[in-house]
């Protein structure tokens, strides 16, 4: 089976959606979840992310490029990823309005970058419209990691996209990735 690849993005026109209003990093430097480290659910504890009172999303459109998504979506990418690449939190979600914790939203922290990209990707920066990726460099068992020089795009293999339509998902948007062989 030809191996594929996508960028896994909330859906941008979906403002009918949840999605985080106001956030408070409380002093945590959230550049370590786009570069594959680790983090300590207790160090999390510190952050809070206010989401709006609209209807649910699957992955939760948020200012930090953080890939916070629902029970349903985890469940689809569990069965897919391997917990020594892939780490899952608990996401401190609260509703703006009433300032309770929102349960049900996970976040999705790939340990895995790869240096994948094409030469003419990289030659490209710093800003590239289409990603290229040279698919010997990605361990066939790979399903979830970001791309060095391109960390916060989540990058999904075509395991999981195959796995997605059936699933009636809001506010999911797949960004095919060109595989150059």
Request: aromatic content about 8%.
């Amino acid at each position: 089976m030809t191996r594929s690849y996508s960028i896994l993005s909330d859906d941008a026109a979906r403002t009918d959606l949840q999605w985080v209003v106001e956030y408070d990093a409380g002093g945590v430097d959230i550049r370590g979840f786009w570069r594959g480290k680790a983090f300590d659910q207790k160090g999390l504890n510190s952050i809070r992310f206010m989401v709006n009172d609209n209807p649910r999303t699957d992955l939760l459109p948020n200012p930090l490029s953080l890939t916070i998504v629902s029970d349903r979506l985890l469940g689809i990418l569990s069965p897919l990823v391997n917990q020594e690449e892939v780490q899952i939190l608990g996401a401190p979600i609260y509703s703006e309005f009433t300032g309770q914790r929102v349960t049900g939203y996970h976040l999705v922290n790939p340990l895995r970058v790869l240096s994948a990209l094409t030469p003419q990707c990289i030659a490209s920066e710093p800003l590239i419209t289409q990603f290229e990726v040279q698919v010997d460099k990605i361990p066939e068992h790979l399903h979830v990691f970001r791309l060095a020089k391109e960390e916060p795009a989540l990058i999904v293999s075509n395991a999981i996209t195959e796995r997605l339509p059936e699933q009636e998902l809001k506010g999911v948007c797949l960004i095919p990735i060109r595989g150059v062989y």
